[in-house]
């Protein structure tokens, strides 16, 4: 493997003024020596990555850092700035930045070394003596080991991390961690015997803590906070084991250490994994840069609440990511977070269960929708029933959407006690025709429910059944009864006005009724004010011979309602950078959706980003159905997207109608998330991959 860092690779005079333009200095070099194939696609990453969680650090260290498929080998690149650089650090600016960019395969080895350098940036002696050299080729050698920066730190190398770090662990006892001194008066590991030879009884040994450590990239954060968290057990004199959870996999601590455990710290920005075995100990749960900035303060918490007797139950403490993160967060950035807990869930269920769709009509024909269960029909050799089962299966999975979306809201909230309630307020919401607000709504109550019963103090001898039968039992009876008595009713009116009131401008200007229902079909993707608008226009056409109004509206509500997914899957198609990778990969199965009138394909980017999404979305809805009304299209069929396009009337004009709008909606999303704002709390996941220039913040799925 060529060196990672070399003194191409140094910057010691960077004059960057902001980290979006240190990224990219340092990313030039990286695409100067063929390590990156894309430099904007990087620093999109980059930018993604940053604004999940800033990466500026206590001591003066920026470390932007990501997985990117445009990364052809792992490489470092290190700048030093002498007036700083703003990278979100509560003391100040960095003027020491490292950007790390990892492949998105990189293989355990790789990610291993990278962890490495990691914990040296937690040692004094190194980032001092990065400081005070004065050579790009004796930077690059001290990173990766080849120099050390004082007698007693010789393990520095990058290239060849410690034996605990490569498991993912790292343990008292070990090799010393890269960069780190040994104590020789450090206090022994659980279970060892005390200092000086003393036995380690009950009443002489040192207080126990294990912890996990964990960030979304699992790169840089989850071995810094390892790192910091063991050196103030150190110097407190406290037994640590921590199992570090990151990209290169993990160790499963023993399970005689947890047991031994006098109390627990998760310091992490994903879930932890297997984390009932930690259940029933006196727990801290922060965010992974708490454990690096505020170790001490966390051992002293821990050890704190052991003394109070206060300790866990089952899965009653939520993750950080599973709640929105630290307490400092503001509210927006935890709505985000729990929204998009729902819909990570939720997309694969779009995509298959529409893809199918999809293919029934493909395959069946327009009326497949109607077509008999293939339970009792199927003819094997018959093309209708392939394209009836497809479509029934289809239909099955997106029966799902809802209820998977609530669910998973809730479980982002409060963990699994959530799922329960959170799934039962998402199918009520199914059944009373809620659609997608329903399930937000569904599933934010359902969280807060469970949230709300876990605050009650609870015995001692009925804590075992808190999470199996007393909380889903409670919450499930109170989302039911809120969804059904509560939220249904003027869900149900509010339909009922709207139905009615469409109905009472059947005769008034067509432009304007077409844009009104355009508007309507886009509000909502597929909720109560889109089933509204359906329902009215296949109402029309319900009968034996619909009249020529009924089929232009049908026309209009169908053209309107492919617009959101094309536009979107066009919007990542042109405008990529502005866009996560998943959200890529959802474009791409949004190209069918769309064409097959599922407009439910473009609620993972609505959800991520309403206010962009949403209004670009209505707006081009409009401009289709006041253009399909205009062109006097008309359509038989209630459903089936360009594959009934032999039953609409001037079927090319209404292929105009829908090409106007998707473009109108294209340009304005494109638009709107080049002119984002930089507030933390306000920019969306899909902003944060807008080019590099830009502020963004982060979901979708994953990061470190």
């Known amino acids: 493997m060529s060196e990672m860092i070399t003194a191409d690779l140094v910057d010691l005079d960077l004059s960057a003024q902001t980290k979006e333009a240190a990224a990219r200095a340092l990313a030039e070099r990286m695409v100067a020596k063929g390590r990156v194939t894309d430099l904007d696609g990087f620093l999109a990453d980059v930018a993604a990555r940053e604004a999940q969680m800033p990466t500026g650090l206590d001591g003066g260290i920026g470390i932007p850092h990501c997985r990117s498929e445009h990364v052809t080998e792992p490489t470092l690149a290190f700048g030093r700035s002498a007036a700083g650089i703003d990278f979100g650090a509560p003391d100040g600016p960095a003027d020491l930045i490292f950007l790390i960019a990892a492949p998105a395969g990189a293989d355990d080895a790789h990610l291993t070394i990278l962890s490495s350098l990691a914990r040296q940036l937690m040692n004094a002696e190194f980032t001092s003596a990065l400081r005070a050299v004065d050579d790009a080729a004796a930077a690059a050698a001290l990173i990766r080991g080849d120099e050390t920066p004082a ?68 790169i840089a954060h989850t071995y810094m906070a390892a790192e910091s968290l063991e050196s103030a057990g150190r110097e407190a004199g406290i037994d640590i084991v921590v199992e570090t959870q990151g990209s290169a996999g993990f160790t499963r601590l023993d399970p005689a250490v947890i047991a031994a455990a006098d109390g627990v710290i998760f310091a992490h920005d994903v879930p932890v994994r297997d984390k009932d075995r930690f259940a029933g100990k006196p727990t801290v749960d922060v965010g992974v840069k708490a454990g690096i ?67 029934g009509f493909a395959i069946g024909g327009w009326a497949v929708n109607k077509a008999p269960s293939v339970m009792d029909h199927f003819v094997w050799t018959q093309t209708d029933s392939w394209g009836a089962l497809l479509f029934q299966i289809g239909g099955v999975a997106f029966n799902f959407l809802v209820p998977v979306l609530a669910g998973y809201i809730a479980y982002g909230m409060a963990d699994r006690p959530g799922l329960v309630p959170g799934f039962v307020g998402g199918a009520i919401a199914l059944n009373i025709n809620a659609g997608f607000l329903g399930g937000l709504a569904a599933g934010l109550i359902a969280g807060g429910v ?129 866009f996560t990778q998943t959200e890529r990969e959802n474009g791409k199965a949004a190209w069918v959706l769309g064409a097959s009138f599922i ?27 006041a253009l399909s009304m205009t062109f006097g299209a ?45 507030s933390p709390d306000d920019v969306t996941k899909e902003a944060a991959q807008a080019p590099i220039s830009a502020k963004t913040d982060s979901k979708q799925p994953v990061a470190a």
Not at 320 to 343: A, D, F, H, I, Q
Request: glycine fraction near 12%; aromatic fraction near 4%; proline fraction near 7%.
């Open 151 to 218: 007698a007693g730190t010789s393990e520095n190398s990058v290239a060849e991390p410690n034996a605990a770090a490569s498991a993912g662990t790292a343990t008292e006892g070990t090799a010393p961690v890269p960069g780190a001194t040994v104590d020789d008066g450090s206090a022994p590991a659980p279970g060892a015997a005390g200092t000086d030879g003393a036995p380690s009884d009950s009443d002489a040994r040192p207080f126990r803590v294990v912890a996990v450590t964990s960030c979304p990239t699992g």
């Open 293 to 359: 900035n505020r170790a001490a303060a966390l051992l002293t918490e821990v050890r704190g609440k052991a003394e109070r007797g206060e300790v866990t139950s089952g899965s009653a403490a939520a993750t950080p990511v599973e709640r929105g993160g630290e307490s400092g967060e503001g509210y927006g950035t935890k709505l985000r977070k729990w929204l998009m807990s729902g819909v990570s869930y939720m997309v694969p269920f779009v995509a298959a269960g529409g893809l199918l769709i999809a293919l």
């Open 450 to 578: 469970v949230i709300g019963i876990q605050k009650v103090k609870i015995p001692a001898a009925l804590r075992g059944v808190m999470p199996v039968v007393v909380i889903p039992l409670i919450s499930a009876a109170i989302v039911g009864f809120l969804m059904f008595v509560v939220i249904g009713k003027p869900i149900a009116s509010a339909q009922k006005g709207m139905t009615d009131w469409l109905n009472g401008l059947t005769g008034t200007n067509a432009v304007l009724l077409g844009s009104l229902l355009g508007l309507m079909m886009c509000f909502d993707l597929g909720g109560p004010v889109n089933k509204v608008a359906y329902t009215f226009a296949t109402a029309g056409i319900a009968v034996a011979s619909p009249s020529d109004s009924a089929m232009k509206i049908m026309a209009a509500v169908m053209a309107a309602g492919m617009v959101p997914p094309l536009a979107m899957a066009l919007a990542t198609t042109v405008r990529g950078k502005l």
């Open 599 to 625: 407009t439910e394909g473009a609620i993972p980017f609505a959800a991520a980003d309403p206010l962009r999404v949403i209004p670009s979305a209505m707006v081009g809805g409009a401009v289709t159905g």
């Open 634 to 678: 008309t359509l038989r069929a209630p459903h089936g997207g360009i594959f009934v396009v032999p039953l609409i009337g001037n079927p090319l004009l209404y292929l105009v109608a829908i090409a106007a709008g998707v473009c109108v909606s294209t340009a304005l999303v494109v638009a709107l998330k080049g002119m984002r704002k930089q």
